[in-house]
Each structure stands twice: as C-alpha cells, then as structure tokens.
C-alpha cells in the first residue's frame, strides 16, 4: 500500500511538473500606438492603432465617434481588444499599460485578453494664414485660419547685409 501511495505521489508530482513546464510565457506589460496619417493642412488626421510588441496583437476596436465627426482638440475614445499570441498570456497583475498619443481610461486584465478604453486627441496641420497686411503701423490683420485659437507673432526686419533681426516677437501666455 505505501508502494501505491508513493508511486501515485510520485505521478502526480511529475505531472504537475509537465504542466508547469508547458505553462506560457507572462506579458508584464503592454503598449500600443495610435498612430496618425498625417494629411494636408487644414484636415483631421486619420488615425489607425498598432501593437508594440509580436507577443500580443489588437484584436478588435472600434471608436466612439465616426471619422468624419471628429474635431481637433475634441477627444474620442478608442475601445480596443487585445490578445496574447500563442505561448503567451497577460499578467492579471499588470500595471504597466502605455499608450502613445493616447491615455487609458479604463481597463479589463485577464490572462487571455485585455480590454481598454482609451481617450484620444485628434489633431490637425493648420494652414498657413492669408491676406496678411499692416492696417496702419502698428496693426497687424490676417484671416483667421480654421481651428487655430492663439497665435505666435514674430515681426522681422531685413537689414544691409540680407539677414534678418527680430523686432516684436509675441507668444500667447
């Protein structure tokens, strides 16, 4: 009897063993980029999001407004679906969630996905200003160019030699 008690002792050892030696590789951390298509002036950038890493991939997302709603300095948010690839899984634990160009908002950790709520910025090139001219000597007029809402100011003055020098530089505080 303590033959089979030792032998069955022994088999469940070796077998947990196995197991533990099959078990998959711990992601600790994760990032993912919200990258954007940089377009003409004047134009929201379109936006796409990317893994960081070839050990877990985005699955699934979707965003809360549709492209064409989407207005500078006006968020929307991403929710995104991420999955370990085969071999790997995510640490329950982890604290370590980044996102460039973006910010998470809230979060769902398990070892075989991860689901995010991600607040996203969109941005715009803005366009040069036009119709720019001296109403009298000391006004300075200019069309107002769509979205921008300050301006920096920089007045110069060619000298002799062709180069320039600053003569009123004006920054928003």
């Known amino acids: 009897m303590k033959t089979l008690k030792l032998f069955i002792t ?3 050892m070796v077998i947990a063993m196995a197991i533990t030696s099959f078990a998959s590789t711990e992601i600790k951390s994760v ?3 919200i990258n954007e298509k940089k377009t003409d002036p004047g134009i929201v950038y ?6 960081g890493s070839s ?3 985005i699955t699934d997302w979707s965003v809360s407004k549709d492209y064409s709603d989407w207005n500078p300095g006006k968020k929307v948010t991403f929710n995104v679906t991420i999955e370990p690839t085969e071999g790997y899984r995510f640490d329950r634990d982890m604290k370590n969630i980044y996102v460039s160009n973006g910010e998470v908002a809230s979060k769902s950790i398990r ?7 991600v607040n996203y910025i969109p941005k715009v090139t803005l366009e040069e200003p036009t119709n720019i001219y001296f109403e009298d000597e000391y ?3 200019w069309d107002e160019v769509e979205y921008c809402r300050q301006y920096e100011v920089q007045i110069l003055k060619e000298n002799d030699n062709g180069n320039y020098t600053c003569l009123l530089y004006t920054s928003p505080s």
């Open 10 to 12: 022994t088999l469940f």
């Open 46 to 51: 379109e936006a796409e999001l990317t893994s």
């Open 31 to 33: 990032s993912i980029r």
């Open 111 to 117: 070892s075989n996905k991860i689901e995010l709520r």
């Open 55 to 57: 050990w877990y991939e």
């Open 139 to 141: 006004l300075a007029v």
